[in-house]
Each structure stands twice: as C-alpha cells, then as structure tokens.
C-alpha cells in the first residue's frame, strides 16, 4: 500500500508532461501576439506622389500620423519651398504626432513638423529639428530637379 501513491503521482506527473508540452502552452495574458510562419507578406500602405508628369512610389509608415494622412487622399497642395532642401503644406487641422528627431534626414522624406506641418524633403542634410515620419519615397531619384527652386503643385494619392 506504501508504493501505490507514489505510483500514482509518477504515472500522473508523467501524464501531464506528455499531454502538455511547452509548445503546446500558451499563456493567458490578453497581450499576446500570433505569430504565422507560412510567409505571409503583410501588405505596405503605398501611395503615388506626382509632380508635374513624373510618378514616385512612396510608402507610408505603420503609425496613426500616415493612417490620418491616407484619410485625406487624393489630395493635390500648393506645396512652399523652405531652405532649397524641401517643400511644405500646411494643413488647416492638427494629425496625430508622434514627433522624434531623426539626425539626418533624407532626400524622399515625408515627414510632419509640428502638427499640421506636411514636409516633402529633396536633398539629404542634418537636423536638429524633431518631426514625425509619415513615409518615404522609395526611389527619389530625380525629385530635386522636378520640385525645382519655387513652389509646386504635388498630388498625392493611394496606389492602385
């Protein structure tokens, strides 16, 4: 009678451990994220942004500032030269921000100054300025020279 409870507990203990094993447990926080690994791609925001009769491809960023600027598209601006590096919009309502200071910025930026303030960048430089990232143009190849020295006409719309 000694050696059955412990018997018991054994088989049990041995039960469980094969029943359960530690890939099979997941825990309950509410936090957790799935993650598949059937190499599903995730598809990236895109849009178009057209200058004249030159195209470029841009991709907005993963975060509330680029969702609220997709809202607004299409959208054709009046865009301000600043500094002969970047071009300017301000619109009449605030966005989301999430603002940080880069370092560098570069040519294809498109960047919010303060709240209101939508920033096409076309030459690379240092900053000390903070901005939030609403997206990036993904070849800019070209941008300076079509923006030109004075003010342009941008459109800027989803891709199909």
Known sequence: ?????PIIIL?????VSTACNSEDVVPSNQDTQVIHNDN???????ITITVGNKVFTATLEANATASAFKAMLP???DMRDLNSNEKFFDFSSNLPVN??????????????????????FYKTFSTTYSYTRVGKIENPSGLAAVLGSGNAKVLFELQN
Not at 1 to 5: C, N, W
Not at 99 to 120: E, F, R
Request: aromatic fraction near 10%; charged fraction near 10%; avoid cysteine.
């Open 1 to 5: 009678m000694k050696f059955i409870l």
């Open 11 to 15: 088989t049990f203990s041995l039960f």
């Open 99 to 120: 603002a940080s200071n880069p370092g560098t910025i570069n040519s294809g930026d498109i960047m919010l100054w303060g709240s209101n303030t939508l920033v096409l």
């Open 40 to 46: 599903t791609e995730i598809m990236k925001d895109t």
């Open 75 to 77: 959208l054709t601006i």
